[in-house]
């Protein structure tokens, strides 16, 4: 409540998600704790760009916007929680970098945009492995390091069957850092 409070925006509760495909996962939320401390892990820069594959309500969306990063972008497929989200970027309290909401698929993105992919559990295997190819695809029509930080990773089988990315790092649920989702952290790999 405090940070819904500070910040300007409502982000909290559940929500269903519809799917002609059963692939997309319903609406929640991680705590603030979590997302400032997956943040703070990524010591992103002027340059990155995050992208919120799911993005909901906007809770990630908006605390990545505070960071100094150059733009902020938010990937969801439910025009209700789309129009939520944008409510909410345009409610923010505080200055943030450019902040873009797009009502799309995720594998419809253009994937040569973006330096941070962050999902949390958004949609199913098959939905995952098509966004993982367009990701691939992306880099490779603009070279980059890209990272990839999946929360509650159920389908974390997918990312490590992607011979282009290596798992750099694991918390573990219930660890300090992640009390309450495993997280996989992700990045491609780089021809030196």
């Known amino acids: 409540m405090f940070w819904e409070y500070r910040l300007g925006i409502t982000t909290r509760g559940l929500a269903g998600v519809q799917s002609a ?9 991680v705590p603030y704790r979590t997302i400032n401390t997956i943040l703070n892990h990524l010591q ?40 939520i989200a944008l409510r909410n970027v345009e409610a923010l309290r505080f200055h943030h970098n450019p902040i873009t909401v797009l009502t799309m698929e995720a594998q419809d993105f253009d994937y040569t945009v973006g330096t941070v992919y962050y999902l949390f559990h958004p949609f199913g295997p098959g939905t995952l492995t098509k966004v993982m190819k367009q990701i691939q695809l992306g880099v490779e029509c603009v070279p980059r390091l890209v990272r990839i930080v999946y929360v509650n990773p159920v389908h974390n089988s997918v990312l490590q069957k992607c011979s282009w990315l290596i798992e750099t790092e694991t918390w573990k649920a219930g660890e300090l850092r992640s009390p309450e989702h495993t997280v996989t952290w992700w990045q491609n790999k780089i021809d030196s």
């Open 21 to 29: 495909d059963d692939e997309h996962i319903h609406y929640g939320t």
């Open 44 to 83: 992103m820069g002027r340059n990155d760009v995050f992208v919120d594959l799911g993005c909901g309500k906007g809770r990630v969306l908006c605390c990545a916007s505070l960071r100094s990063i150059e733009k902020t972008i938010g990937i969801e497929c439910s025009p209700l929680l789309s129009a």
